[in-house]
């Protein structure tokens, strides 16, 4: 199946997606870009949205079987429907709609087993979206700051990585920060990204998992001060440190496949300079134990975001059970 991209530029876009995952920055540009292919700034008569867990599949047909006032599609867009996670009767209504009419999902996650899920990926496009690796974050940030004729080296690249995280959305609000601190200044520098941006600095990710991994509570609460002293975005923490444990799983796994360091660096996604770290920390903790506080990482970020929880509390709550179950 050809990406939205590659639809978009052939003009050949399927009627159903659903767009979904963890790096909201592209989730939220791929919806954007169908909304720019599909209809009109401001046509509201065209383009309705709807938005929540307490959306009607029956009522979204009812908007479906319209077809468009004086345009060439309808587009509907459903946004954290809670369709893929759950049973409904959405797929029910599919076949009643007219050929003009395009339908875009937007969840945060979904459950592939799924009726909706299984029916789009069957008959229209599926799009995850992940968190993006070193290398293609690298350029991505190269890429942003050239449309403000401003450069930045890899290793400077690499550097604002560990610093705020891979995460798109946060990256996005600390380069803007530079744009404006460098000023008619061509070039962004390592000694930039420490006068601009804040955020969890890899060394105390490390700090951290140690402490957990050797059930030292006192550390993990001195380590935890820190974060709330410094105000800390708590959900820029735990997408590093979900980061951080990806790349210790790949680091084992590269070990036992015999990996030589370079290949194990490129394969991890991190820097040469700083894989004896990573190294180091991957053999003292067992690899159950990662995947596990990598779903109680999941789990927590889940909650501040669904509003279950605060962010402070999910975080918290998060500690907890790292150090409980330690």
Request: net charge neutral.
């Given at each position: 199946?050809?990406?939205?991209?590659?639809?978009?530029?052939?003009?050949?876009?399927?009627?159903?997606?659903?767009?979904?995952?963890e790096e909201a920055y592209m989730v939220r540009y791929y919806k954007n870009a169908l909304i720019?292919?599909?209809?009109?700034?401001?046509?509201?008569?065209?383009?309705?949205?709807?938005?929540?867990?307490?959306?009607?599949?029956?009522?979204?047909?009812?908007?479906?079987?319209?077809?468009?006032?004086?345009?060439?599609?309808?587009?509907?867009?459903?946004?954290?429907?809670?369709?893929?996670?759950?049973?409904?009767?959405?797929?029910?209504?599919?076949?009643?709609?007219?050929?003009?009419?395009?339908?875009?999902?937007?969840?945060?996650?979904?459950?592939?087993?799924?009726?909706?899920?299984?029916?789009?990926?069957?008959?229209?496009?599926?799009?995850?979206?992940?968190?993006?690796?070193?290398?293609?974050?690298?350029?991505?940030?190269?890429?942003?700051?050239?449309?403000?004729?401003?450069?930045?080296?890899?290793?400077?690249?690499?550097?604002?990585?560990?610093?705020?995280?891979?995460?798109?959305?946060?990256?996005?609000?600390?380069?803007?920060?530079?744009?404006?601190?460098?000023?008619?200044?061509?070039?962004?520098?390592?000694?930039?990204?420490?006068?601009?941006?804040?955020?969890?600095?890899?060394?105390?990710?490390?700090?951290?998992?140690?402490?957990?991994?050797?059930?030292?509570?006192?550390?993990?609460?001195?380590?935890?001060?820190?974060?709330?002293?410094?105000?800390?975005p708590v959900p820029v923490f735990l997408s590093m440190f979900r980061r951080h444990?990806?790349?210790?799983?790949?680091?084992?796994?590269?070990?036992?496949?015999?990996?030589?360091?370079?290949?194990?660096?490129?394969?991890?996604?991190?820097?040469?300079?700083?894989?004896?770290?990573?190294?180091?920390?991957?053999?003292?903790?067992?690899?159950?134990?990662?995947?596990?506080?990598?779903?109680?990482?999941?789990?927590?970020?889940?909650?501040?975001?669904?509003?279950?929880?605060?962010?402070?509390?999910?975080?918290?709550?998060?500690?907890?059970?790292?150090?409980?179950?330690?």
């Amino acid at each position: 199946m050809p990406s939205i991209s590659e639809q978009i530029k052939t003009k050949q876009v399927e009627k159903f997606h659903l767009i979904y995952g963890e790096e909201a920055y592209m989730v939220r540009y791929y919806k954007n870009a169908l909304i720019s292919a599909l209809s009109t700034p401001g046509d509201e008569m065209n383009c309705t949205v709807f938005q929540g867990s307490g959306i009607v599949p029956s009522e979204i047909a009812d908007v479906a079987v319209i077809l468009p006032f004086m345009a060439a599609n309808r587009l509907i867009v459903v946004q954290n429907s809670g369709f893929c996670n759950s049973s409904s009767d959405m797929t029910d209504y599919f076949d009643s709609f007219p050929d003009t009419t395009y339908i875009v999902f937007v969840e945060q996650q979904v459950d592939k087993r799924n009726k909706l899920y299984k029916w789009i990926q069957k008959n229209g496009c599926v799009t995850e979206c992940k968190h993006q690796n070193t290398a293609s974050l690298c350029t991505w940030i190269a890429g942003y700051l050239s449309r403000f004729q401003k450069k930045i080296s890899k290793n400077c690249a690499e550097y604002m990585i560990s610093r705020i995280g891979n995460d798109m959305e946060f990256l996005t609000n600390e380069l803007d920060k530079l744009i404006s601190y460098t000023g008619e200044k061509k070039a962004v520098e390592i000694e930039d990204v420490d006068a601009v941006c804040g955020g969890v600095t890899e060394g105390k990710i490390f700090d951290l998992l140690d402490a957990v991994a050797v059930k030292d509570r006192s550390k993990a609460l001195i380590l935890y001060k820190d974060l709330l002293d410094n105000r800390e975005p708590v959900p820029v923490f735990l997408s590093m440190f979900r980061r951080h444990i990806n790349i210790l799983l790949k680091v084992k796994d590269g070990l036992l496949k015999g990996m030589d360091k370079g290949r194990l660096a490129a394969y991890a996604g991190v820097p040469p300079f700083t894989l004896n770290n990573y190294t180091k920390q991957a053999s003292a903790v067992k690899r159950t134990r990662l995947i596990e506080m990598l779903e109680q990482a999941a789990q927590a970020e889940e909650n501040f975001k669904t509003g279950q929880m605060s962010d402070q509390i999910s975080l918290e709550l998060f500690l907890i059970q790292a150090l409980t179950n330690a």
